[in-house]
């Protein structure tokens, strides 16, 4: 009796032999987290393979005091901007060249800049926008990887926007394909900021930003690093320890 091989994602023969350009858009909770674990990704990948990670941060948010606990920040760096300071942060720590913008995405980087774009931003009018953005590019990034959370639990998915001259029928749904909720105008947005480190722990579990990072950095790794992935992304619940796996879509 034949049994099915697991489905698997393979990465594409081009991001091979070059660096992987990668746009990271949002500098917070759980920005902060994926940007240092990209820096011991890129450590990781320059050991054992031809490819190297160039990432540039966007986010428009600055240091607050209600910042400090659950994201990778000090006393010192109030007042500064978010992605200038981490990125300059990893660059002197590592000896990189990472880039900083100050701003907002789409508006002050277009999409087009990356072969991959990691988004956390806090809104689904956040994403709806960067989504926009992609589908105006002809150049599109070849992923998308979108990470979100509430309290306890968070998600995080990769997927592939759909290229100009049409769906091939295998790619992975991105984050607005799987999510098609995200879409709905009428939905308000969540993302009050909170006054001080209590009242923002009082909003979200310490670490549940950087156990959804965590995760999400360990599925970039099996792609990038060993070539491949069995599963699109994950839910996460800190609550009651579960975590599910997305699977990849059926080609069938």
């Given at each position: 009796m034949q049994t099915d091989l697991p489905r698997r994602h393979y990465m594409p023969a081009a991001f091979n032999n070059q660096p992987i350009r990668i746009l990271?858009?949002?500098c917070g909770a759980s920005g902060s987290q994926m940007l240092m674990g990209l820096a011991g990704l890129d450590i990781a990948l320059r050991a054992i393979s031809s490819r190297s990670l160039d990432v540039t941060t966007v986010d428009d948010d600055i240091v607050s005091e209600a910042n400090l606990g659950r994201q990778p920040f000090y006393h010192g760096?109030?007042?500064h901007s978010k992605a200038r300071t981490l990125t300059e942060r990893i660059n002197l720590?590592?000896?990189?060249?990472w880039k900083a913008v100050h701003g907002?995405?789409?508006?002050?980087i277009r999409p087009e800049a990356a072969e991959m774009l990691i988004t956390c931003v806090d809104t689904a009018s956040a994403r709806r926008a960067i989504g926009a953005a992609i589908e105006d590019e002809r150049n599109r990034p070849t992923y998308w990887?979108?990470?979100g959370n509430r309290a306890n639990d968070?998600?995080?998915i990769i997927g592939c926007p759909a290229s100009v001259g049409g769906?091939?029928?295998?790619r992975l749904p991105t984050v607005l394909e799987a999510f098609p909720e995200l879409r709905d105008e009428s939905l308000p947005d969540?993302?009050?900021?909170?006054?001080s480190v209590a009242e923002a722990l009082e909003r979200q579990s310490l670490f549940v930003n950087r156990v959804v990072a965590s995760h999400a950095l360990a599925l970039l790794f099996d792609l990038l690093g060993r070539g491949s992935i069995g599963h699109a992304g994950g839910f996460i619940n800190l609550s009651t320890g579960q975590s599910v796996q997305i699977p990849l879509p059926d080609p069938r």
């Open positions: 990271l858009v949002g760096d109030i007042g720590a590592h000896g990189l060249d907002r995405a789409p508006g002050t990887m979108d990470l968070g998600q995080f769906d091939d029928g295998s969540d993302d009050s900021p909170s006054c």
